[in-house]
Structures are given as structure tokens and as C-alpha cells.
């Protein structure tokens, strides 16, 4: 049997995951190991669904959105949703994944993931498990890189989504507010609002105010552009302080689904701007779609150096992006809180200096 490398994609989606998949296993191909694909995350490890990816497999996959492996973000193999009866109750089935990954002879197991995946990962490496981290989300948050794939293509995404919005505030002397995706950091609000226009951005990592956002708007107005675009991350606290809850899912590492800041923000302006407001939640489209080309070539590259390092037998290991360099990190690194914008991030400053309201002043 050849030697086998193991690859996997988990929690949530984003643009570029199979340029990863297509190029770690092109290396592995070249080195003579098999690549065996695990289906929706670890779900696949911990049921043995799993397909072999021949060169066929991963023909066509560079401008292809999503994963063909499938993920999951309900499917950490430590606290795994089996049903009985009619009801669900979670086990830990991790020597059941770790006892399919030997009988496979998988020797390395690539993990392409976020902040949750990767924290399973580092779990399994405490049972013996050799893994390679990949640092994926459109979110940008993950700590030890300086950037992940998907970021790139979701901020694309929201800034075309801005152009659109643009014409039609201008057009009804409206304010629109977009919220867009990025949990507890305001990355993708940073660079999408800057690179689409926005008048106001807020993310979480600054406090805001209503005065201050109706303060641009009508400053604005006053010079003769009676309309605004305001986006607003959905991690930014409501003006109590309270993150706004879409939903809580159960049996993700991660339970809360953050949604509705927009709207609080919306109408705010309405009540007390008294200038019409429309609200627009982008959702999902952030993750969808081909990747852009920075996305293919940064996931390329980090396929590339994950296989290379697994050939090398190097493993407990995150590749990642430090100045513009692919490099690799202990996996532990990547652990602990989102990495947020800082407040000193040049791009703020850069915002401030055209004008660019972020609600606090
Ligand atoms: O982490 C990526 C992300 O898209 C976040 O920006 C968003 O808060 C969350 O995932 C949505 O998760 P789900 O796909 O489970 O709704």
C-alpha cells in the first residue's frame, strides 16, 4: 500500500478550501503518497467516510467555491451528536476516530479549519494523532497568521455589495446599513468599508454611540449628500453592551450564531436620525462563491507547505502567513481569544483621515 497522508476540511466554509485540497494533494501525488480525503470534517474520521483523491478528484477545483469534502461544525469527534432514541446525546468517540485513522495508515492527518477545528486538532494530538493545522475563515481572526484565505474573496463580496447599495441610497436620499459577517472581530468590516465607501464603520473593537453616527449623517447632509452608508459588524454590542443573538446551535464548539446588530443600528438612525433607513444583512454570500486570486494563490501556498512539511514527517504544526512568508508555528500558538483588529491598525487611521465615522467621536 502506498503511504497515506489524510486531509480534512471543518466548521464553517469559506472560499479557497479546495485550492488547499487540490494542491497538498498534488504534492502528495508528486512524493508518491496516496491523499485520502475525510468527508464533513471529522465526522468523516469518526464514521470512516472517506474518499481517495486520485488526480481526477481534484481536477477543476482551483476556482471552485466550498469544499467537495464537505464540513461541519457539529462534528468534534470529543463531543460527538450520536442519536438515541429520539433524542440527541453527545459522546466522546475520539479513540473510534483515532483507532479509523491507524486502520487507514493515515501518517499525518492535514486539518484545514478555524478556531474550533483546530482546537479539536490539538486534542487529538494529546491521543497521539500527528495533524497539520490550516488556517481558514473568512473572519480573519485567527491568532499566529497574518491572514487567512476566504478573507479576501468575503470582503470582495461586501464591497460589490456596497457599490450596489451605494447607487440606491444615493438614489432615495436614504441611509443603508449593511451588517456583515466577522464574530468578535471587525476585519471584514474594516477593509470592506473602507474599500467600498463606507461613512460610517463600526466594529466591535470600538465602542460607538448613536450621536456620533447621526453626527456624520448629518454633516453630510449638510453638504448636500443626503444619503449614508453605514456597516456595522455583527459582533458590535448593542447600547447596553450586549451582543445582539441570532440563535445558539447546539453541539458547535462555538454556540452562538451572532445576528440583528443592523437592525438595532437601523432603526436607531430612523427614530432618531429621522432620515429613512434600510437595512441589508449580507449572511451567508460572504462565504460563498470562487476565490479571488490573492485567496487561490495564499491557499495554494499554504497546501503546498502543509504537504511538504508532512512529507518532511514535521507535524504538532500551523502553517501560516508572517510578512508575507509561509511559514509554520506549534499548534498550540494558534489558540486562545480572536485575534481582533488593534486599535492602532494603520487601515483605522487611514479611515479617520478621509472622513471615515467609526461612532466614536
Ligand atoms: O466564522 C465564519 C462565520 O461565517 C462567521 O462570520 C459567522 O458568524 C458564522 O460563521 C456563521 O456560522 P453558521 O454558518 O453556522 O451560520
Known amino acids: ?196 465607501g463606507a461613512d460610517v464603520i463600526l466594529i466591535p473593537e470600538i465602542p460607538w454611540n448613536i450621536e456620533a453616527v447621526l453626527k456624520k449623517i448629518d454633516a453630510r447632509k449638510e453638504e448636500g449628500k443626503p444619503f449614508s452608508i453605514v456597516v456595522v459588524a455583527e459582533g458590535v454590542r448593542d447600547p447596553k453592551g450586549e451582543l445582539v443573538v441570532h440563535k445558539l446551535v447546539e453541539g458547535s464548539v462555538e454556540k452562538i450564531r451572532l445576528g440583528g446588530i443592523g437592525k438595532v443600528v437601523g432603526d436607531l438612525i430612523e427614530q432618531l436620525g429621522g432620515i429613512e433607513t434600510r437595512v441589508t444583512v449580507l449572511g451567508h454570500i460572504q462565504r460563498g462563491g470562487s476565490p479571488s486570486s490573492y485567496d487561490r494563490i495564499l491557499a495554494t501556498a499554504y497546501g503546498v507547505k502543509a504537504a511538504e512539511l508532512a512529507i518532511q514527517g514535521i507535524h504538532g504544526v500551523m502553517v501560516c502567513l508572517r510578512c508575507n512568508e509561509i511559514k509554520y508555528v506549534p499548534l498550540e500558538e494558534a489558540a486562545g481569544p480572536p485575534r481582533t483588529v488593534p486599535l492602532d491598525h494603520p487601515l483605522i487611521k487611514t479611515a479617520r483621515a478621509i472622513g471615515i465615522s467609526f461612532g466614536d467621536e
Not at 466548521?11 to 468527508?39: Q, S, W
Not at 441611509?175 to 467600498?196: C, H, K, N, P, T
Open 1 to 196: 500500500m502506498a503511504r497515506r497522508l489524510g486531509i480534512l476540511t471543518g466548521g464553517g466554509d469559506c472560499p479557497g478550501l479546495n485550492a488547499v485540497i487540490r494542491a497538498a494533494t498534488k504534492v502528495a501525488h508528486a512524493h508518491g503518497y496516496e491523499m485520502i480525503g475525510f468527508m464533513d470534517g471529522y465526522s468523516g474520521v469518526v464514521e470512516k467516510r472517506y474518499r481517495v483523491l486520485d488526480s481526477w478528484a481534484i481536477s477543476g477545483l482551483l476556482p471552485r467555491g466550498g469544499t467537495i469534502l464537505g464540513t461541519s461544525n457539529r462534528s468534534n469527534p470529543f463531543y460527538y451528536p450520536v442519536r438515541e432514541g429520539d433524542k440527541i446525546v453527545y459522546r466522546d468517540l475520539s479513540d473510534q476516530a483515532v483507532a479509523h485513522l491507524e486502520e487507514l495508515g493515515i501518517e499525518i492527518l492535514l486539518v484545514i479549519g478555524g478556531d474550533g477545528t483546530l482546537a479539536a486538532a490539538r486534542d487529538f494530538m494529546a491521543k497521539g494523532v500527528k495533524i497539520i493545522g490550516i488556517p481558514k475563515t473568512i473572519d480573519n481572526d485567527l491568532r499566529a497568521t497574518d491572514q487567512t484565505f476566504g478573507f479576501d474573496t468575503a470582503v470582495r463580496t461586501v464591497v460589490e455589495a456596497l457599490d450596489k447599495l451605494h447607487t440606491t441610497a444615493e438614489s432615495h436620499h436614504r441611509v443603508i446599513v449593511l451588517e456583515v459577517m466577522g464574530r468578535y472581530a471587525g476585519w471584514i468590516a474594516l477593509y470592506s468599508g473602507v474599500a467600498g
